[in-house]
């Protein structure tokens, strides 16, 4: 088994190999390929670029992992480690120009299933900020290099992170949730890219995030960042993280958090 800080290296140079293509791609301008769950969900053919690179490089490295991504990649693990990829996370930021996107490269340990798996290592990079998080288990976590750590607020301050879905009828009940906690924080930011939010907790710039129909490669890496950052990362009460609900802050304000939108 490699070590945990031999993964992140490989997971942060495809992370930047695979950030400066969709970087250049964004530049020579985006087109989309298809429409997946719904109008407003579109991959790009940068997403399929940035997948297809992301696949190679890992293969090329351990052919005996497998590959878990967004646009379609998979492959069954033989080594007992699989990599969550995402190629572009916040695609319709990507799309409209928004300089707010992120490639995701996570490597976990057993089956490739938020419920159970291991994460190791995660590199999570936005080009168009050149910006790079990255965390290998039990080592902390890094932005640019430099160590990052939660904040721990008050409730009526916390600036706090959230998403919706690309269903119109379950972004009307995310709104529910989002007009009873409105009035009791500092305020609401709605960024566009998970794995961009949950490295804010980390880093301080958001202090918490909540988000549910999350895909596991939207959070595969930032998570573990913002854990190894001094946030408990959980989903509904006592459940880990995962597709139906993920929930990011400090301990302390996890908990009044947990009670306004679990
Ligand atoms: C996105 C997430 C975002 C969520 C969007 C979408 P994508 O992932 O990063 O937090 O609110 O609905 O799921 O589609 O850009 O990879």
């Known amino acids: 088994?490699?070590?945990?800080?031999?993964?992140?290296?490989?997971?942060?140079?495809?992370?930047?190999?695979?950030?400066?293509?969709?970087?250049?791609?964004?530049?020579?301008?985006?087109?989309i390929a298809q429409s997946?769950?719904?109008?407003?969900?579109?991959?790009?053919?940068?997403?399929?670029?940035?997948?297809?690179?992301?696949?190679?490089?890992?293969?090329?490295?351990?052919?005996?992992?497998?590959?878990?991504?967004?646009?379609?990649a998979s492959k069954p693990s033989a080594?007992?480690?699989?990599?969550?990829?995402?190629?572009?996370?916040?695609?319709?930021?990507?799309?409209?120009?928004?300089?707010?996107?992120?490639?995701?490269?996570?490597?976990?340990?057993?089956?490739?299933?938020?419920?159970?798996?291991?994460?190791l290592a995660g590199a999570v990079f936005n080009p168009a900020a050149d910006e790079l998080f990255q965390a290998a288990r039990g080592g902390g976590a890094l932005m640019n290099g430099r160590g990052i750590r939660v904040t721990n607020?008050?409730?009526?301050?916390?600036?706090?992170?959230?998403?919706?879905?690309?269903?119109?009828?379950?972004?009307?009940?995310?709104?529910q949730v989002v007009g009873r906690l409105i009035g009791r924080v500092r305020d609401i930011r709605r960024l566009g890219a998970a794995s961009l939010d949950l490295c804010d907790v980390g880093s301080g710039r958001l202090d918490a995030y909540f988000e549910r129909e999350?895909?596991?490669?939207?959070?595969?890496?930032?998570?573990?960042?913002?854990?190894?950052?001094?946030?408990?990362?959980?989903?509904r009460p006592g459940r880990r993280a995962g597709q139906e609900f993920v929930l990011a802050a400090h301990l302390g304000l996890h908990a009044q958090l947990e009670a306004l939108v679990g």
């Not at 250049?24 to 087109?31: K, P």
């Not at 080594?79 to 992120?102: C, E, F, K, Q």
């Not at 607020?153 to 709104?175: H, K, N």
Request: proline letters at 6%; zero cysteines; hydrophobic letters at 45%.
């Open 153 to 175: 607020p008050t409730l009526d301050l916390a600036l706090v992170g959230t998403g919706f879905s690309y269903s119109a009828e379950i972004r009307m009940q995310q709104a």
């Open 214 to 235: 999350l895909k596991p490669w939207d959070h595969a890496a930032a998570a573990l960042i913002a854990a190894e950052a001094g946030a408990l990362v959980t989903g």
């Open 36 to 72: 997946k769950s719904s109008p407003e969900d579109v991959v790009t053919h940068a997403d399929r670029e940035s997948e297809e690179l992301i696949s190679r490089l890992i293969l090329a490295a351990r052919p005996d992992d497998g590959i878990l991504g967004e646009e379609g």
């Open 79 to 119: 080594s007992g480690l699989t990599w969550v990829v995402d190629p572009i996370d916040g695609t319709v930021n990507y799309l409209y120009g928004l300089p707010r996107y992120a490639v995701s490269v996570a490597v976990v340990q057993g089956d490739p299933d938020p419920a159970t798996w291991t994460a």
């Open 1 to 31: 088994m490699p070590a945990d800080a031999d993964l992140l290296e490989l997971a942060t140079d495809i992370a930047r190999e695979a950030g400066a293509l969709i970087l250049q791609r964004r530049r020579e301008g985006v087109e």
